[in-house]
């Protein structure tokens, strides 16, 4: 990636399935409300994370600004409108992923990065020039292109992407797309095919687990890092409890133990709710359909919640940290 690259992508946007096309290099804004100069957040330690992300030590996480999904209950809504974010050079972006090993980030944890890919390609690149060998981690809402995805190959490690939602009215209610299934079922099959089936490592980095053995797959979870391989996010809604169980039936159809999945149930009503039902958090009944779904499925490599995390404590203050 070259800065000549970058500059070509950022003058008619199409790096997310809204193919805004806008000119961002003459300040002009798409949907992610980002021009062509990287903004963030934070870059940090992070400890939320599902165990085999997170470690002992915690996600070297950059939390980046703007988003292409716009979903009305975000969770990080204050960094994911593009209003709030400090303006770094991708040269800086480098320098941060070096320091965050350096702090001891089990990885690099690229958050929300879908509309800032060509710069992260470059920062990656030159990192790794300079030392930099942790696992990166692609962290996303799920609505890229593909050829935006085709320029990570052999960049990222573990891809950790969400599956919002399946039927297309839901989708559309909560983030304005109808074809948000189609396409993040697409970018999946991309992901599995640029990683491969998941392989754990141990704290040293010793490969502790590349088998397709269930009992031992999930004790590798338990024990170790995930170096390699597709975790998917999904996070439940309060009255989605159909489109959920769709959504597993799907990705145990699709994809059997080729992916890991994160079932969430921590979902936090933040601020005036955009609709009645999302002005609860989850039941605990409601949780408890999704699971036993997936084991009446036979799922094994799933990663679940217990008690109630539907907590502020996950979400980061977005107070520039690490970045300055």
């Known amino acids: 990636m070259t800065p000549e690259i970058i500059q070509n992508c950022m003058k008619s946007c199409d790096l997310c399935r809204r193919h805004c096309r806008v000119d961002r290099t003459a300040g002009q804004r798409g949907f992610c409300a980002q021009s062509d100069v ?7 330690l992070h400890e939320w994370e599902e165990p085999c992300i997170s470690g002992k030590t915690g996600s070297g996480a950059v939390f980046f600004s703007g988003c292409s999904m716009g979903c009305v209950f975000c969770q990080n809504r204050e960094i ?14 480098s320098e941060i992923f070096l320091m965050l090993q350096d702090q001891g980030a089990v990885n690099i944890n690229l958050v929300t990065p879908t509309h800032f890919v060509p710069q992260i390609v470059y920062a990656l690149e030159q990192a790794k020039k300079k030392g930099m060998n942790l696992p990166v981690v692609y962290n996303t809402g799920n609505y890229e292109t ?3 995805l085709r320029m990570l190959d052999g960049l990222v490690d573990v ?9 297309p009215e839901v989708s559309y209610r909560y983030a304005k797309t109808r074809d948000y299934f189609e396409a993040a079922c697409e970018n999946l099959n991309e992901m599995v095919r640029q990683v491969g089936a998941p392989v754990f490592m141990d704290e040293n980095g010793t490969v502790i687990e590349a088998s397709s053995d269930e009992e031992d797959a999930v004790e590798a979870s338990e024990e170790g890092l995930m ?4 975790l998917v996010r999904h996070l439940l ?3 989605q409890t159909e489109d959920s169980l769709k959504i597993l039936r799907y990705l145990h159809d699709t994809f059997g133990e080729k992916i890991w999945i994160s079932l969430m149930n921590q ?5 005036k709710p955009a609709y009645p039902e999302l002005g609860r958090k989850l039941t605990e009944r409601e949780y408890d359909i999704v699971i036993d779904h997936a084991i009446s499925l036979g799922m094994e490599n799933v990663f679940i919640q217990e008690g109630d995390v539907a907590e502020e404590s996950f979400i980061p203050s977005f ?3 690490g970045l300055l």
């Open 38 to 44: 990287l903004r963030a957040a934070r870059a940090a």
């Open 80 to 93: 994911a409108l593009g209003k709030q974010g400090k303006e770094i050079s991708t040269e800086r972006l």
């Open 146 to 148: 593909l050829e935006t």
């Open 159 to 167: 891809y950790l992407p969400d599956l919002k939602y399946c039927a």
């Open 227 to 230: 170096k390699k391989g597709v």
């Open 237 to 239: 809604l309060p009255g």
């Open 267 to 271: 979902y936090t009503p933040v601020g």
């Open 319 to 321: 107070d520039f940290t």
